[in-house]
């Protein structure tokens, strides 16, 4: 393949492939293009306007120079961004290329690898109708941010102030709860306590435990009373229910639940576990890591099974993917080769992973096994325990097999997900049989107050509610966190999300005069137009219109005072900072002040480069036996400009 160039999104992943293939391999370094301020150039048909962003200009024509006349196999990531991405990159070089195909790498290992060139197909045969979907999308976000932000920014007179398509019902779901929980808290009925009458108990071999009973009183006294009724009496053993209860492994990880379980476990935020599953992926450690998908291959089905089926606990199981998935063809996140436990610190050192990446590998490694394991097995048991005429219940739980629990390492369950009445301890009793009561103690009962979504658990309400896809999941929180929308607070291992009063007020403004970009039904509505889209059921304009309409049609024109985006923003942030400028008034506001700033200044800009880009550069100019240009050591954009040119693996 030494005459064939792949074009992938991510640099990490070059030289890995280079090697597996011999062939080029190229990044695009994730989006290349961007929507012009115009968005379309129509509105009959609304055609997108997609420009190469300024910043990537050099890179990105010197990857389509190197397309003239070669066999281009396009491989951006296998989902609707990474074949919008692909698309356009076949549509700028699809003139100039001697062939074109779309390949699809769902893990960077040389199976992989060679398992997506096999099925690669030429680009005109891959379902074009995925691009539609994209730019349905994008236009689609982009008018609702254009068109309805400036408006709320000028109503709440906050220029921290932005709409979106699917940011909005997450946050009107956040601000829902925190009015429930507000409303509950100054209802005098809620905060009314009363008692159940616990009786604490032992038996002849001198096991201690509590029952209750159900019976609810509204104050101590009368509860008291109830007590001193029975002071002599005896505590019996009236009854017992014993039941078996299986618990299934967890099916292989979608993101939402990878997502969950990594923030219950290790305690790590959404957009920080994408982040580390990026990596590992890039290091060929795992399958693609955004997928609504809980099937796996048969190759690996098989894998698991050659490497354990000899083990006790081992289970051959097939996954099928979720109701709403978009995703048959993929697979759950899982790990890329099967090995034995006790590997993983050695790839821990050959990888060079860091702790929160080995973390996660382990997390996705223990799923990934477990999930072709047995069911464990709880025996369940009731004491229905009589003292006079009343009733005491304890309830024990005990493992007798553990099937997915003991392979390969112990797995506790979540604390959260225990109940505290089930006692893990073994009650040597049997019907009729008499236990000591050693005295009795009031159990208060509160009315349930709704509790703080944890970040744990939002992402499944999202995916439940139907509210964006795996590959935006992770983005909600930092944008609602930038927009001072929501707060995120530590409680116990937990982070709970709080809805701020700024948040509450702009769920409340939005509900008055634009209710339906609140509404978790249009949105999910939305979402499943975006996939009949890709399926060739329905067309963009399906999409587009009915959003549009919703904004009254306002179409947007140069003149138009309109916001610019956060990295332009960034952008221009930073240009002052480094050469000691005021912004000038309005930029936060009007993106073509801002845009003016940027190009009145981007050239005055001059800072140096890292201590590593600058050992990169030195590196590539002895490796390519050139030398370095002047004025390297003080710019940036010379060192940049210099490692774009000269790098193989771009």
């Known amino acids: 393949m030494q005459n064939t160039i792949i074009i992938i999104e991510s640099p990490n992943k070059c030289e890995k492939i280079e090697k597996i293939t011999g062939a080029k391999v190229y990044?695009?370094?994730?989006?290349?293009?961007?929507?012009?301020?115009?968005?379309?150039?129509?509105?009959?048909?609304?055609?997108?306007?997609?420009?190469?962003?300024?910043?990537?200009?050099?890179?990105?024509?010197?990857?389509?120079?190197?397309?003239?006349?070669?066999?281009?196999?396009?491989?951006?990531?296998?989902?609707?961004?990474?074949?919008?991405i692909g698309y356009m990159v076949y549509d700028t070089i699809k003139n100039i290329a001697k062939s074109i195909k779309r390949a699809e790498f769902h893990e960077i290992t040389e199976s992989g690898i060679k398992k997506g060139l096999d099925r690669a197909v030429p680009f005109t045969n891959s379902n074009l109708k995925e691009f539609d979907s994209f730019k349905a999308r994008a236009v689609g976000d982009k008018l609702v941010g254009f068109i309805m932000s400036p408006t709320y920014i000028n109503k709440l007179n906050d220029k921290n102030i932005s709409?979106?398509?699917?940011?909005?019902?997450?946050?009107?779901?956040?601000?829902?709860?925190?009015?429930?929980?507000?409303?509950?808290?100054?209802?005098?009925a809620s905060k009314q306590i009363?008692?159940?009458?616990?009786?604490?108990?032992?038996?002849?071999?001198?096991?201690?435990?509590?029952?209750?009973n159900d019976n609810i009183f509204t104050s101590k006294e009368e509860a008291n009373a109830k007590i001193a009724e029975f002071a002599?009496?005896?505590?019996?053993?009236?009854?017992?229910d014993t039941k078996q209860i299986k618990i299934k492994p967890n099916a292989p990880f979608r993101t939402s639940q990878l997502q969950e379980i990594a923030s219950k476990r290790l305690g790590f935020s959404s957009d920080k576990t994408m982040s580390l599953a990026q990596k590992l992926f890039e290091k060929g450690l795992i399958t693609y890591h955004r997928t609504d998908s809980n099937t796996i291959s048969d190759e690996f089905i098989n894998e698991v099974e050659a490497k354990f089926k000899e083990q006790e606990w081992y289970e051959k199981r097939e996954y099928k993917a979720g109701v709403q998935s978009q995703a048959q063809a993929h697979e759950a996140i899982r790990i890329s080769h099967v090995h034995e436990y006790t590997k993983i610190e050695e790839i821990g050192v050959k990888e060079n992973l860091s702790d929160d990446e080995k973390a996660l590998y382990e997390l996705i490694f223990l799923n990934s096994v477990q999930s072709q394991a047995k069911n464990a097995i709880n025996e369940n048991t009731t004491y229905d325990i009589s003292i006079t005429t009343l009733s005491f219940k304890t309830k024990t739980s005990k493992c007798i097999y553990n099937g997915f629990k003991g392979a390969l390492k112990e797995e506790s369950q979540d604390d959260e997900d225990k109940d505290e009445e089930v006692l893990e301890i073994t009650l040597n009793l049997k019907q009729g049989d008499e236990v000591k009561i050693t005295g009795y103690e009031l159990a208060e009962v509160k009315k349930q107050a709704p509790?703080?979504?944890?970040?744990?658990?939002?992402?499944?309400?999202?995916?439940?509610?139907?509210?964006?896809?795996?590959?935006?999941?992770?983005?909600?929180?930092?944008?609602?966190?930038?927009?001072?929308?929501?707060?995120?607070?530590?409680?116990?291992?937990?982070?709970?999300?709080?809805?701020?009063?700024?948040?509450?007020?702009?769920?409340?403004?939005?509900?008055?005069?634009?209710?339906?970009?609140?509404?978790?039904?249009?949105?999910?509505?939305?979402?499943?137009?975006?996939?009949?889209?890709?399926?060739?059921?329905?067309?963009?304009?399906?999409?587009i219109k009915p959003l549009h309409e919703k904004m009254g049609f306002v179409k947007l024109n140069s003149g138009e005072t309109k916001p610019p985006s956060d990295k332009q923003l960034e952008w221009a942030k930073s240009i002052a900072k480094n050469i000691n400028l005021e912004l000038p008034k309005g930029i936060e506001r009007d993106w073509k002040i801002c845009s003016n700033f940027i190009e009145k200044n981007k050239d005055k800009d001059v800072r140096p480069p890292s201590d590593k880009q600058l050992a990169f550069a030195k590196k590539l100019a002895t490796d390519n036996k050139v030398e370095l240009p002047n004025g390297i050591e003080k710019d940036v954009k010379i060192c940049s400009n210099f490692i774009d040119k000269h790098i193989k693996k771009k």
């Not at 002599?232 to 017992?240: F, L, R, S, T, W």
């Not at 964006?468 to 999941?473: D, E």
């Not at 403004?509 to 060739?536: P, R, Y």
């Open 27 to 84: 990044a695009t370094k994730g989006h290349f293009k961007e929507l012009s301020k115009e968005i379309v150039s129509n509105y009959q048909d609304y055609t997108p306007i997609f420009e190469i962003k300024k910043e990537k200009k050099y890179q990105i024509n010197q990857i389509f120079n190197e397309c003239k006349g070669k066999d281009v196999i396009i491989a951006t990531d296998p989902d609707r961004e990474g074949y919008g």
């Open 163 to 188: 709409v979106g398509r699917v940011q909005t019902p997450a946050l009107a779901l956040i601000v829902k709860r925190e009015l429930e929980i507000k409303e509950f808290n100054k209802n005098p």
């Open 194 to 212: 009363s008692y159940k009458i616990k009786a604490k108990l032992q038996t002849r071999d001198g096991i201690e435990f509590n029952a209750i």
């Open 232 to 240: 002599n009496a005896m505590a019996k053993v009236y009854q017992i």
């Open 451 to 543: 509790k703080h979504y944890k970040e744990s658990n939002f992402i499944s309400l999202l995916e439940k509610e139907g509210i964006g896809r795996p590959s935006t999941y992770a983005t909600f929180l930092p944008t609602l966190l930038k927009r001072e929308y929501v707060i995120i607070e530590k409680k116990g291992k937990n982070q709970i999300i709080i809805a701020t009063s700024k948040g509450i007020n702009f769920i409340k403004t939005i509900k008055a005069n634009d209710e339906w970009v609140s509404q978790s039904e249009f949105t999910k509505q939305m979402e499943s137009v975006l996939d009949e889209i890709s399926d060739g059921k329905v067309g963009y304009l399906d999409f």
